[in-house]
Every structure is written in structure tokens, then in C-alpha cells.
């Protein structure tokens, strides 16, 4: 079974920010006792330019901004009996939060998503393609929804658990039964193919419905058996679109999802679920990858 006991919170302050980390914190009830703060101060911050050079008092102010926060952070935390780490470094975000991760082995890594400008977010929505493929550990991309306004966040109460059967989407329940304790309920969809449903045999077109609606059962069922709150929903259509409109329907806090890490044609060129889900979806969006390499 999944634990989670240690979270690197990659943060660059203004788009992830102490709020975002105390609603993270339900997740003392199953395990958590350890966070690990990253801050990545990008190089061309403190790169050489012109008549200038290298910046380093660029550097050491950025750095020292950095720990004030993280120091002020961490008083909380160690009131609660709660362990603390810090990395403060110069480099790309992708290979420091992969550095960081397996340095640490950490259980779960939580980014922020910019909403300051288009430029931005394309930014980060490659961030998030290149951290799915590169590490096995699950990415959680955190962003501030309507539900939030007027009080505090819980993301895990309530989450939209997507499934396409696959191992990684297999992973993704495991990952959800290991939060018994602070989830109400979770709702499980599938988003079927509408060819299936353009058969000129109506009995092919029963069976496929069939079949799709008692695989979800089957998840659903080995939800209810860990001790939680369980229903299915099957749709067909756009699978991004889909899982996004279901999730508002059923007042969703976060949308889950597993992730192979690889690539198909179709999803170099418009992107994987996933990743649009991570960089579109107003809700915070938990990628879990398959943990075989595979």
C-alpha cells in the first residue's frame, strides 16, 4: 500500500504559497511528517551579462529571500512535531525537483502552475510533461479553485478519480486508498471512445457499454472494500472535456489521474490527458505514474 510520509514543496512564493501548504497538511492524518521546501532561483537571474559578469550578489540576495520564507514556514511546522528540509539551488526546475526528489525520496511532489501569462503557463505545462516522464514519484499540481474562497482548502476530500484501466491508473486507486481517513467520497469516471458507439450492431454497442460500466464497478468496489465512499460515472466524448465537466458537476476538490509516462504520436502533437487536465483544469491535479519504469 502507497504511504505518504515525505512531500517536496517546489515553490517559487507567488504562485504556491503557505495557504497552498497548510491545506497539504491534512495529509498528517495518513502518515505525512516530513516536508522538503525547493526553491529554484533560475540562472538567466543571475547569469553573466554584459559589463557585468556573474551576479553573485544577485544570487545571494535571491537565495537569503528564499530562507526568510522557508524559515518562516518552518516554525509551524516543527510546533506540530513535524520534520523540515531545505534546497535552495541555482538550475532548471525539472532537474532540480528530479535532483531533489530522489535525493530526499519523497513520497509525493507538489508544484504551483503560474497564471500570470500565456508565455508562463506553456512553461509549465512543459515542466509538467517532462516531470511525468522523468520520475515515478506523484505529482501533484496544485492551483487555487472556487472552492477555496471564504475559508480554508482540502483538496483530498473529495476527489475525481479518471481511469482508462490502465497499470498507471491501477497505481492511481492504490494511491487514493491509502487516504482513508480523509477523503468523503470519490467518484470514478471513464471516458469511453464514441467509435464504440458508431457500431451498426446494437447488441455490440450494449456490450461495450456493458463491459465499461462493470470494470468501473470493479474499482469501485475495491474502493468501497478499502473503507471508502465510492460511486461511477461513465461518459463518452472528449476525455479532457469529460473528466473537466464531471468534476464541477460532482463538486470534485481535485482530479486524479494516472499517467504511463510515454507518448504516443497523437499526444506529441495535442497533448496527453494528464498534462491538459494539470495545465487547464482549475482544480488541483494529481498525476500518478506507473512505478515499474515502464
Known amino acids: 500500500m502507497t504511504t505518504i510520509r515525505k512531500m517536496l514543496f517546489a515553490t517559487k512564493f507567488q504562485e504556491l504559497a503557505f495557504d497552498a501548504l497548510e491545506s497539504l497538511l491534512d495529509l498528517r492524518a495518513v502518515g505525512l511528517d516530513h516536508v522538503v521546501f525547493l526553491n529554484v532561483v533560475e540562472r538567466d537571474k543571475v547569469a553573466m551579462h554584459r559589463g557585468v559578469g556573474y551576479r553573485k550578489n544577485e544570487e545571494v540576495k535571491l537565495k537569503e529571500m528564499a530562507n526568510i520564507h522557508f524559515i518562516e514556514w ?15 539551488v541555482i538550475g532548471t526546475l525539472v532537474q532540480q525537483v528530479i535532483r531533489a526528489a ?31 516522464r522523468r520520475t515515478r514519484v506523484p505529482i501533484l499540481v496544485y492551483k487555487h479553485g472556487p472552492q477555496e474562497i471564504g475559508g ?5 476530500t473529495r476527489p475525481m478519480l479518471a481511469t482508462d484501466w490502465s497499470p498507471a491508473a491501477d497505481k492511481a486507486t492504490e494511491f487514493l486508498m491509502a487516504l482513508k481517513g480523509l477523503v468523503e467520497e470519490i467518484n470514478v469516471i471513464h471516458v469511453g471512445r464514441e467509435k464504440a ?16 460500466r ?18 461511477s460515472h461513465l461518459s463518452i466524448g472528449d476525455p479532457y472535456q469529460e473528466i473537466e465537466k464531471a468534476a464541477r458537476e460532482r463538486r470534485a476538490s481535485m482530479i486524479v489521474t494516472g499517467c504511463s509516462g510515454k507518448r504516443t ?20 491535479t494529481l498525476i500518478v505514474p506507473r512505478q515499474d519504469g515502464a
Open 152 to 156: 480554508k482548502a482540502h483538496p483530498f
Open 102 to 132: 530522489g535525493m530526499e525520496k519523497v513520497d509525493l511532489i507538489v508544484i504551483g502552475r503560474p497564471t500570470r501569462g500565456r508565455f508562463e503557463q506553456l512553461v509549465s505545462g512543459a515542466d509538467v510533461s517532462d516531470l511525468i
Open 265 to 284: 504520436w497523437h499526444e506529441r502533437i495535442i497533448g496527453s490527458v494528464p498534462r491538459l487536465l494539470a495545465e487547464k483544469s482549475d482544480l488541483p
Open 74 to 88: 518552518a516554525e509551524p511546522l516543527f510546533e506540530q512535531g513535524m520534520e523540515v528540509g531545505v534546497h535552495i
Open 214 to 231: 462493470q470494470r468501473l464497478r470493479t474499482v469501485t468496489d475495491a474502493l468501497v472494500q478499502a473503507g471508502l465512499d465510492a460511486r
Open 197 to 212: 458507439l458508431r457500431s451498426s450492431s446494437a447488441m455490440s454497442v450494449q456490450s461495450y457499454r456493458k463491459t465499461c
